[in-house]
């Protein structure tokens, strides 16, 4: 009995470092935030932008998420779906490059903290001079 509450406490131990880990948490708001951004998405389709394309879509006066083809095959709600994607991913786009621009800022900005060129280039020089007076000795010590 002891040895099947050991096993069932290190489990939960277990589990409780995998659910309270930043990237499960992370990863957890980010599909709450990508649900509620999806249903912000498809009003923004439903109520805004296919209004202005209804009457370019209709058939014979019918409302773009009736069109259907044979039985049953709704085009329409298909088309909504469609433009629901094509707009989430061309914002998903534009936040990936944002970031990407300002993670390259903030690299180079680290990287920038390079000192005068001048004493760059006399660093270069004297790793260079060193090298070859290590040269030249071992040179010396071989004669």
Do not use: C, Y
Not at 17 to 24: C, D, I, Q, R, W
Not at 34 to 48: L, P, Q, R, Y
Not at 89 to 116: G, H, M, W, Y
């Amino acid at each position: 009995m002891a040895r099947a509450r050991r096993r069932a406490s290190g489990f939960l131990r277990d589990f409780q470092e995998f659910a309270l880990k930043g990237n499960v948490v992370d990863l957890a708001i980010a599909v709450i935030i990508g649900a509620a951004f999806g249903k912000i998405i498809t009003s923004f389709v439903e109520d805004v932008i296919m209004p202005l394309i209804n009457p370019l879509v209709s058939l014979s006066g019918k409302d773009w998420r009736t069109i259907t083809v044979g039985p049953g095959i709704a085009i329409g709600q298909f088309f909504g779906s469609i433009v629901d994607f094509l707009i989430i991913a061309f914002i998903l786009f534009v936040a990936i490059k944002a970031l990407q621009k300002f993670k390259r800022q903030e690299n180079t900005t680290i990287e920038s903290p390079l000192t005068d060129p001048n004493l760059a280039a006399q660093e270069k020089l004297t790793g260079a001079l060193n090298r070859l007076t290590n040269t030249l000795e071992s040179r010396n010590t071989h004669l």
